[in-house]
């Protein structure tokens, strides 16, 4: 039996959608193996590798413990399990973003910061004989922000779900959990201390320090890490294609201004260059100004490069 690479991609929720888009951009569309109900898939364009489809939480669970090689999954959940040392968030995927936040009645109008908060839970324990309570599922991440900003008066009360009602049904004054548009927040009375933002959390490519990662299983990472680098490098660049009769004074600077570089020269005067996405039309408008008759700017599919920095980027993570 081949060992396969096992990638966990989240099998509900909001991170499901998402991910799926994101492989299939790379060329490595995630297929079910046997109609939607079954847990296991493969991903198109690279052999070797078994899709495990698991909630965001489990997806943190298993590449702490090395049951799966690659995830998808939110910033939010591994720092939540104090996952950093077993995992390497590879890259940032620019979905899934959302805030874990401190929040407290919107009633406590003199309470806006940790500060306030201190002085609450300070108060509450002489006046009341009990300590604040905080309801949240993030526990870890609760206790490590409250110690930071010096709040230990309080008590934790674990919840599972429907965290922003606990303040109305008596079930705990403080909360902390996500929040992306704010709107439960909002429907439940509640608001955010103004340095109540513990983390800005997005979904995570994240690779697992821990699972078993073979000669075979490494190459196969690398084309897959290939594949999603040349996306994001094709999605964040263009290329621009002129023709210039002759090239202008320090040219190789001015691209450089731009943080464009140059690809090619061909000899009737066709020079392609790379630039990144946001320049590109300000480059072409100076490369008109510059003589040339018309600018192509284009956007490619893929740009690979010698460089793999994601591969690069777990290798050094795993070592030798
Ligand atoms: N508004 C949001 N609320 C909650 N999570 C969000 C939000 N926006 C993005 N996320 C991200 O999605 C992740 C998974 O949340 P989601 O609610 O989709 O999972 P779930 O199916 O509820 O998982 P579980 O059953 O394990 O709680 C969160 O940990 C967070 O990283
Ligand atoms: O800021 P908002 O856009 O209002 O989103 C925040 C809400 O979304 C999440 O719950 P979700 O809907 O995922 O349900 P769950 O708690 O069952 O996971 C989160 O726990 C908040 O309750
Ligand atoms: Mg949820």
């Given at each position: 039996m081949s060992e396969k690479l096992v990638l966990a991609v989240p099998s509900k929720g909001r991170l499901q959608e998402n991910a799926n888009a994101f492989f299939a951009r790379a060329g490595l569309a995630v297929q079910q193996a046997r109609g939607a109900r079954d847990y296991r898939g493969v991903l198109g364009g690279v052999d070797n590798v078994e899709v495990a489809f698991l909630s965001a939480s489990e997806i943190v669970r298993n590449l702490a413990s090395g049951a799966v090689h690659f995830g998808i999954t939110g910033e939010d959940l591994v720092v939540e399990a104090e996952a950093q040392d077993k995992v390497e968030l590879l890259t940032k995927l620019g979905f899934g973003h959302a805030n874990v936040v401190v929040a407290v009645p919107q009633a406590w109008i003199d309470v806006r910061d940790m500060d306030d908060l201190d002085d609450v839970a300070l108060s509450f324990r002489a006046r009341r004989g009990m300590r604040m309570r905080v309801a949240t599922k993030y526990v870890n991440t609760t206790r490590a922000f409250f110690r930071d900003h010096?709040?230990?008066?309080?008590?934790?009360?674990?919840?599972?779900?429907?965290?922003?009602?606990?303040?109305?049904?008596?079930?705990?004054?403080?909360?902390?959990?996500?929040?992306?548009?704010?709107?439960?927040?909002?429907?439940?009375?509640?608001?955010?201390?103004?340095?109540?933002?513990?983390?800005?959390?997005?979904?995570?490519?994240?690779?697992?320090?821990?699972?078993p990662w073979s000669p075979d299983l490494r190459e196969t990472a690398r084309q897959i890490l290939a594949r999603i680098a040349a996306e994001e490098e094709a999605r964040s660049t263009r290329e621009l294609v002129a023709t210039l009769h002759s090239e202008p004074d320090g040219f190789a600077k001015s691209l450089d201004g731009f943080g464009a570089r140059l690809r090619r020269r061909n000899a009737d005067g066709r020079i392609t260059m790379f630039a990144p996405k946001a320049q590109a039309p300000a480059l072409a408008d100076w490369l008109i100004g510059q003589g040339a008759e018309d600018v192509i700017v284009r956007q490619s599919d893929y740009v690979f490069t010698a460089k793999n920095p994601l591969y690069e980027k777990l290798v050094t993570r795993l070592g030798a």
């Open positions: 010096g709040v230990t008066d309080y008590h934790i009360v674990e919840s599972l779900g429907a965290t922003e009602g606990a303040p109305a049904a008596g079930l705990a004054e403080v909360i902390v959990d996500i929040t992306s548009t704010g709107a439960t927040l909002v429907a439940n009375g509640l608001k955010v201390l103004d340095d109540g933002v513990i983390l800005r959390s997005e979904a995570n490519l994240v690779a697992s320090v821990t699972a």
